[in-house]
């Protein structure tokens, strides 16, 4: 979906009942990123959630290749109910010196992985070479990923206008991954600055994080 459209909608963090007591919450902590990815931070404990409701609105469309941010949210559920949705958390952090870069890393346990993994690629996919009305999409790199798990990710230089204008045009590279692990639904993504500092580190811990949820 249009990062620009998102930069100022801030996540829904951990409210309302108590679902520490529910099936499957410590297996999704452990699934989950360990630590601070790549150094970006956040002061949001890690939630997690039974809820489908819940967990779509945490994700905040980030599921979706839409532009429109309420289309993206629609999407974003779509593909988690037809997924076979169980249990999950999603966290957004931000870097050192705050937006517009940010990581969002979110895992769901699903009925059928098998089912629900080429839907997730295809969904990273088309997030990665979603088109412009100007072409945005300057330069896409595939990422080399662990080849179990499933693992998809790309690369992508990015044209994004906050003003909706040429005048407002600026660069950014962004980094989608999917993976799978066990019954477990992975997705993860960078959006960096326009010199892609963080990319390389980033799927570094990408790639890293394959290895290790595998291996629970």
């Not at 290749?65 to 109910?81: F, G, N, Q, V």
């Not at 937006?99 to 629900?116: L, Y």
């Not at 994004?160 to 005048?167: A, L, S, V």
Request: charged residues 25%; aromatic residues 8%.
């Amino acid at each position: 979906m249009l990062i620009a459209a998102l930069l100022g909608t801030s996540l829904l963090s951990g409210c309302g009942s108590d679902e520490s007591k529910a099936p499957g919450i410590e297996e999704v902590k452990a699934q989950f990123f360990q630590g601070d990815p790549i150094g970006f931070k956040t002061d949001v404990p890690v939630d997690v959630t039974t809820k489908l409701d819940k967990f779509a609105a945490m994700s905040n469309g980030w599921w979706s290749p839409e532009d429109d941010h309420a289309r993206a949210l629609e999407d974003s559920l779509t593909l988690i109910k037809a997924s076979g949705f169980k249990v999950g958390a999603a966290r957004k952090y931000t870097a050192a010196g705050g937006e517009p870069q940010f990581v969002f890393g979110a895992v769901m346990a699903v009925d059928d992985v098998q089912k629900a993994s080429p839907a997730v690629a295809d969904r990273v996919k088309r997030m990665a070479t979603r088109t412009c009305p100007w072409a945005c999409a300057k330069q896409l790199h595939p990422v080399k990923l662990p080849a179990d798990g499933g693992a998809v990710g790309y690369s992508v230089l990015r044209e994004i206008r906050p003003g909706g204008t040429p005048e407002s045009a600026v660069d950014e590279w962004e980094v989608y991954a999917t993976w799978t692990s066990g019954d477990y639904v992975h997705l993860a993504l960078l959006v960096d600055d326009a010199k892609g500092s963080h990319v390389d580190a980033f799927t570094r811990f990408i790639a890293d994080e394959a290895r290790r949820t595998a291996a629970l």
